[in-house]
């Protein structure tokens, strides 16, 4: 160890400051507006919808495949569809007639590349990447695995257990009680608040079962290909259609119905016995990004709680302390959106933390943000967008989102100088109309017994 005297490196501290005292610090860059981009939009003659990007950054390509994939029946209740699509996501990439599960790791690990499925309330989701030359292959996988899947028996059971395991955990963690309980308290029993089967649900599922979802559901019509990466925008459409046209099924994929209005009202007390901290979940009806407002509430939820440097974090948590993380974010669907505000408390300062935040809700519409906050936001919000979509995969994944919520690659582009163009007066507006707490509901999961008195004294708590 080297003496003080004779120190090997300086501290952060140290850097940071001369002689003269501290070192300034740079100007920011100015925000460069995103490049054109060279792209083809196309439908596919069996109903798939078709959107290459020219983006050379390496030569790679990125692959994204969102299929509609809601409960055909419209609830949850009694519905085995959230189970049964959970193994189909897990076990679609593990054999084909053609295939074992092997072969196409194999093939694809060749190519540089890799395949992954994922399932929720609203859609089936492929993503895959690959170098650019491997392109091919990844559209030959993918075809077979759209139209030839197996379901090996062995794989099916496998998953299966792996699930029912995955679920019993999960079903122990906070958050996840958490989440649940607000999305039954926002939406009963639509099939939207069901974002995790049950055990048993699980348990009941044939490899049939999948193999019939399959068919019934996995379906082109309604659905979007994605790809991004150093292709002609022209001709990757064309080998798309070449690979893919052959998938063809009955009808169009199925789309979630519509979510019911989110009212606001009391927060729901949801009581986990023995917990020392607590889960904070508010939520409140929004807009969807297609709306003119929504630049300026996208700014006013920064403000509020949308990155570090917001007012909620800066009460709650640097503060007072309450909390190590706490954010407000939207939350996206179809049909419409939601406003979400999160926050985990130990259970002594819960009542405390859930009365600073409605109090930042009820300033932000009492005291508008400044100049200097919207400013402050508005880097914010442009600088992450250019930098999450600058490189090839954050670009296929928000575009093929974009679409799913029926927006596009002209959004993209032209949303930076919508945030440009917003106004304080207009942020004002929307932290009124939005952010006012008696728009909000949600629930709060903690040990009720060491909680109620508190958040009886509060108000606005209701008590299973």
Do not use: C
Not at 5 to 25: F, Q, V
Not at 80 to 104: D, F, K, M
Not at 221 to 235: K, L, M, T, Y
Not at 318 to 334: I, L, N, Q, W
Request: glycine share 8%.
């Amino acid at each position: 160890m080297s003496s003080p005297g004779n120190k090997t490196h300086r501290s952060a501290e140290e850097i940071g400051r001369t002689e003269i005292g501290p070192r300034p610090l740079p100007e920011l860059g100015s925000q460069k507006p995103p490049a054109k981009l060279s792209s083809v939009d196309s439908t596919l003659p069996n109903g798939l919808r078709v959107i290459a990007v020219h983006r050379p950054n390496v030569p790679m390509v990125e692959v994204r495949l969102r299929v509609p994939f809601a409960d055909p029946s419209g609830t949850s209740v009694g519905s085995q569809h959230s189970a049964i699509a959970e193994i189909l996501a897990n076990t679609v990439l593990t054999g084909t007639g053609t295939r074992s599960r092997v072969q196409i790791d194999t093939e694809l690990a060749l190519v540089g590349g890799e395949l992954d499925s994922v399932v929720d309330p609203e859609r089936l989701s492929f993503t895959g990447n690959a170098l650019a030359s491997g392109f091919g292959t990844v559209l030959d996988v993918l075809s077979d695995v759209l139209t030839n899947a197996s379901y090996p028996a062995d794989e099916v059971e496998r998953e299966r257990g792996r699930l029912v395991e995955r679920i019993t955990i999960a079903r122990s963690q906070p958050s996840v009680i958490a989440r649940e309980a607000l999305q039954k308290v926002l939406y009963g029993d639509h099939p939207f608040a069901k974002e995790m089967p049950e055990a048993d649900e699980v348990a009941a599922v044939s490899r049939e079962d999948v193999a019939a979802l399959h068919g019934k559901a996995l379906l082109p019509r309604g659905s979007v290909f994605v790809v991004v990466g150093d292709v002609d925008p022209a001709q990757a459409v064309e080998q798309v259609g070449a690979a893919l046209g052959t998938w063809q099924g009955d009808g169009e994929a199925v789309q979630l119905p519509p979510l019911p209005e989110v009212k606001g009202g009391d927060v729901v007390l949801v009581h986990r016995a023995g917990a020392v901290q607590s889960q904070i979940r508010l939520a409140a009806q929004s807009i969807p990004r297609t709306d003119e407002r929504y630049p300026a509430l996208q700014l006013a939820n920064l403000v509020y709680g949308g990155f570090f440097s917001s007012r909620l974090v800066e009460n709650i948590r640097e503060d007072k302390g309450y909390t190590y993380s706490a954010r407000s974010h939207p939350e996206f669907t179809v049909h419409g959106a939601t406003l979400l505000i999160d926050a985990d408390t130990a259970s002594d300062v819960t009542a405390a933390a859930l009365l600073e935040t409605r109090y930042e809700l009820a300033r932000l519409g009492l005291v508008p943000p400044s100049q200097s906050e919207v400013d402050t936001a508005r880097s914010y919000a442009v600088g992450t967008l250019l930098t999450s979509t600058s490189s090839q995969g954050g670009l296929a994944s928000f575009l093929v989102n974009l679409v799913g919520l029926g927006l596009g690659l002209d959004w993209l582009v032209e949303h930076p100088q919508r945030l440009q163009a917003v106004t304080v007066e207009q942020v004002a507006q929307a932290a009124l109309d939005f952010f006012a707490p008696a728009n909000f509901t949600g629930v709060l999961v903690g040990d009720a017994e060491q909680l109620k008195p508190k958040l009886a004294a509060l108000g606005g708590v209701s008590f299973q």
